[in-house]
């Protein structure tokens, strides 16, 4: 477990003094077929204007291809990362008004190697020439292309997200994170296998929420 504390000059502007939290790295110690999970956390920031926090990862430092939006939570499991890379992450947190501040000090995390894969070095070795991407949707919506996709190493692969009249597109879910709103998800250099998942949601639920009883 690593302990890291952040203070962003972003953050003065954003709510008027100077934020600190701490980001934890939890490594579960699971690993399964599809690789690894870990728990981000951190300390709850008590300025009341402040809306949530964002979580930044990707495998090439300072180079983040996934943003998780968490809200006003203050942790994140993130599981399926490939087991045998190095993630590197970083935090901000948001106002109300959509300002974000600064990212916080990168935190690196090695995932462990499966014993199992070991005896396979040899095989690995040679190259994979191919992996394959899991597509597929909710009910009321639709990903495009869907089902088990075969991509070549190397190679990039988009997907888009449509819902059917009267909903919208409440998450996707990416390599077992969750990332809210988006309509089309592009994977860069493939080099693994990944998966992503569309949930759809009626776009009444969103005017019923607004809804003010009457006295």
Known sequence: MHRFSI??????????IVAFFFLLLIPLGVQHAHGASLTLAWDPNPDANLAGYKVYYGTASGSYSIVVDVGNWTSLTISSLEAGKTYY?????????????????EIRYDTPVPVSSLSSTAQASNGKNSYTINASAGPDGSISPSGNITVMRGFSKT?????????RISRVNIDGAYINYVTSHTFKQINANHTIRAEFEPIWNIYRKKIIPSP
């Open 89 to 105: 992450f970083a935090a901000t947190a948001y106002a109300a008004s959509g300002e974000e501040s600064g990212k916080s000090d």
């Open 159 to 167: 997907f888009i997200i449509r819902p059917q009249f009267g909903y």
């Open 7 to 16: 203070s962003s000059p972003c953050v003065r502007s954003l709510i008027g």
